[in-house]
């Protein structure tokens, strides 16, 4: 048997490091700035923001070098799943290091809301304006600089058909609803029906109704979404094929995430976020005398990173920990192999990386099958980069 690949980075790995470098280059261009400036001008609020920049760049680093580490180290043979997992690593100790920050600012908050001490504004409120405009920069740079990849289609949006000189748009729609066929555009109700015709054979009809502005099918579409679809319009018919990896797809979820990045993005996020409470705190405090609004706004400021680093926490811990990362997609993948009376006694889901789950099976048949045939028949879920399949007779 050839040996298969384990190199399991997600989609756009590298380019995702390359915003990230660009976002740490930024903050250290600025954390130079700031410090120097503060000590050329005798400002120590200019000095401080400046040492908090270098512990915004230091997150960011972390997050840059488990990207060139984990591409770097993506064919290592020590490595048994590969290294697609370091990003999820890299954001569990982001999170960590968030808690830590949220901590820190809560707890000067309360200690300036009982002893209040003389504030700056002067020179305050337009450092944290200019800290709210590199941390604005550094999202969008890291969200891809305004340039949006999409290399996925889910059922959702739609395969375009020529039904007797109308264009029709076809999805399946199953955001948190049991999953039903939709047509976008407005044709008469009654004239529009739709059949499938699965591998094996079985045909369903689907009628259609007017729901919230959409065509959509009265009955509901059975697992698993792999079929053709003849789609009617009075006399005229189109035909087109769904695929199960469209449906996957269509929801990225826990299993696509990135969080190496997510966990960079929240860092600047937090702190955008952070600066935005502390200017309308200054500004009130020195319209009105408010100096409680300052310390405040800290609290309140804290209490937000530490739920978007519990938030990280959790799902990058769960990750680590080998969760099932998607459940539906593990109920699809046992009813395809119980399809035909096979009965599956084990089944493990994990993720080995942005957009890769490994799948551990064990089947117990009564047909001459070998594993190989099982693996050719789900070679359709998209996301299954790592199968491993025992074959057992009864």
Not at 20 to 28: E, F, M, N, P, Q
Not at 97 to 102: D, E, K
Not at 108 to 120: C, D, N, Q, Y
Not at 271 to 290: C, E
């Amino acid at each position: 048997m050839e040996p298969h690949s384990h190199v399991f980075l997600g989609e756009g790995h590298e380019h995702a490091e390359k915003r990230t470098w660009a976002v740490i280059w930024l903050c250290a261009a600025m954390m130079v700035l700031e410090i120097l400036g503060g000590l050329l001008f005798g400002s120590i609020a200019l000095v401080a923001d400046g040492l908090h920049m270098s512990t915004h760049a230091g997150a960011l680093l972390l997050a840059a070098v488990a990207y060139r580490y984990a591409r770097r180290h993506a064919t290592d043979v020590r490595f048994t799943f590969g290294t697609g997992k370091l990003g999820d690593l890299a954001g569990f100790t982001s999170a960590i290091v968030l808690a830590m920050i949220a901590l820190l600012i809560g707890w000067e908050a309360i200690g300036r809301l009982l002893a209040p001490v003389p504030i700056a504004f002067s020179q305050a409120i337009p450092i944290a304006c200019l800290g709210l405009i590199v941390n604005i920069v550094s999202a969008w740079l890291l969200g891809g600089g305004g340039h949006h990849h999409h290399h996925h289609h889910g059922h959702d949006t739609g395969h375009s058909l020529d039904v007797g000189g109308t264009k029709l748009t076809l999805g399946i729609h199953e955001d948190g609803v049991p999953p039903r066929f939709r047509v976008r555009e407005q044709v008469p109700a009654g004239a529009l029906w739709a059949e499938t015709i699965r591998p094996d054979g079985a045909r369903q009809r689907f009628q259609f109704a007017q729901v919230g502005g959409v065509l959509e099918s009265v009955e509901e579409i059975p697992e698993p979404h792999g079929f053709r679809v003849d789609l009617h319009l009075g006399e005229a018919a189109a035909s087109v094929d769904f695929e199960e990896h469209d449906h996957e797809t269509a929801h990225h979820g826990a299993a696509h995430r990135d969080n190496n990045m997510r966990a960079a993005i929240i860092h600047v996020v937090a702190d955008a976020a952070v600066s935005v409470l502390v200017i309308v705190g200054l500004l009130l405090a020195r319209v009105f005398g408010w100096l409680w609004m300052d310390p405040l706004a800290g609290m309140v400021g804290s209490l937000v990173i530490a739920s978007w680093a519990y938030g990280l926490l959790r799902d990058t811990g769960r990750i680590l920990l080998d969760m099932n990362p998607d459940r539906q997609l593990t109920e699809r993948l046992r009813l395809e192999i119980e399809a035909d009376g096979d009965r599956l006694t084990d089944l493990h889901v994990w993720r080995l990386g942005p957009g890769h789950l490994g799948a551990v099976l064990s089947v117990v048949t009564r047909n001459n099958r070998r594993p190989d045939d099982y693996r050719q028949r789900l070679r359709h879920f998209a996301s299954l980069s790592h199968v491993t399949v025992e074959v057992q007779q009864p």
